[in-house]
């Protein structure tokens, strides 16, 4: 088999296996290395396999509020080995989802660790016995979770979790420690909160998802404790030990020290860059803290060697990932690839959902933006009355001088699905006279996006 490509892609999560597949398209020859499974963390490890879990876990919460619908059921319970197997068989079937697509484009999956050495041009790909060379070489090796050995925040599968473990435990904690309240601590604690767990989330920051608008984080935080999450927030971390049966952990909360236990803890507190052991020091590639320095294209400096997605930096995102690639392969190619500076939403799957894109109004204040700001809450909203989903809100940030829409925050049922409407409006530029004259079907909870922006120019119809 010849060895020889136009680009070998190293990493197939959805930043990798989507540029391959766009390479593939643009005619090149393509190889794709893959060290475990194909579609990465995010296909068999994150993204997908999680929100199989909350799936489940909504479900069983939302039994809770039959009787608001007129309903009753006389026994409710769960077989958690069922609920974690259906995770796992959707994660399986989109991984064959990805096996497929790459026979489909003629893209050779070459499955090992890639060791890159200096090559003619591009660096070479070392997969085991064999050599591989191409014209461009794109690493999408992606990111894995940030741990603090220093204190004891080392994961252990046994009760100190990561993500991994948290995806498919033999049974559910019946208390659980959360530490970082981003979106994989809070996405964890709200589905193990759903199956009954005593959850804690501790954050070190001032409010939890502390990334997210500060109106909407306040929300989260109420929206939460009524399910009966329980926060230490903010909270410094100092060391974490194994109990006889499970964990115990020191914090120290408004300058005082506290000691919480708990079965497990899952460490959720950021994640680094998979760079090590692919000799990558060797060839010069610039690395900072732990991600490939790129420029705005994806090129790392060295001949012929690019980096995207997690690896290259933050938002650690898969559609960020895939973004990019498409834009990385697209440039190589010659091609007018899509602006890489297009707003990039960001989406929390817990309950209630939070969604998010743009400027947060602190942000845009802080650029000295006179902002106009508008909000307009679920509880007024036709459908969302009629579905029984009142909690939450959207906010909308406009710039006050030109119109632009620079940011939207929303929490409430679906507003994952609701969230690309206001990405889309930014990526066209839109001000408030194109959301004004935007239709929105009714009945609708998008019908809250319209109310948002209309009531940022005081003509706000339903309240
Ligand atoms: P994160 O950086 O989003 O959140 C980590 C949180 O932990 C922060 O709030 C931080 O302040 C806190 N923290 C850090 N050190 C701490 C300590 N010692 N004690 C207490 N709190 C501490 O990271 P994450 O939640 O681990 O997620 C990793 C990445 O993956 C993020 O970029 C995230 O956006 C992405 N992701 C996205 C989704 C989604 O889109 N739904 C889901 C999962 C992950």
Redesign the pocket.
Known sequence: MADTFDVIIVGSGPGGYVTAIRAAQLGMKVAIVERELLGGICLNW??IP?KALLKSGEIYEQLDHLADYGLKVEKRGFDFDAVIQRSRKVAAQLNGGVTFLMKKHKIEVVMGSARLEKGQGAPTVVVGDRRLTAKHVILATGAR?RT?PA?G?EPDGDRVWTYREALTPKAAPKTLIV???????I?FASFYRALGSDVTV????ARIL??EDEEVSRAAHKAFEKRGLKFRVP???KKLTKTKSGVAIEIEVGGKSETLEADVAIV????VGNVEDMGLEALGVKIERTHIVTDGHGATGVPGLYAIGDVAG????AHKASHEGVHCIEHIAGEKPANLNAPIP????STPQIASVGLTEAQAKEQGIEVKVGRFPFRVNGKAIAAGELEGFVKTVFDGKTGALIGAHMIGGEVTEMIQGFALAMTLEATEAELHATVYPHPTMSEAMHEAALDAFGKVLHI
Not at 179 to 184: C, D, K
Not at 268 to 271: C, K, L, T
Not at 314 to 317: E, G, I, M, N, R
Not at 346 to 349: I, K, Q
Request: hydrophobic share 50%; aromatic share 6%; glycine share 16%.
């Open positions: 994150g993204c999680t979770a603090i204190a925040l530490i970082g309240s981003g979106a994989i601590g996405e501790v954050e070190a920051l502390p990334v909270a410094n971390v959720a507190v950021g994640i933050p938002p650690w995102l960001g989406c929390t799957y």
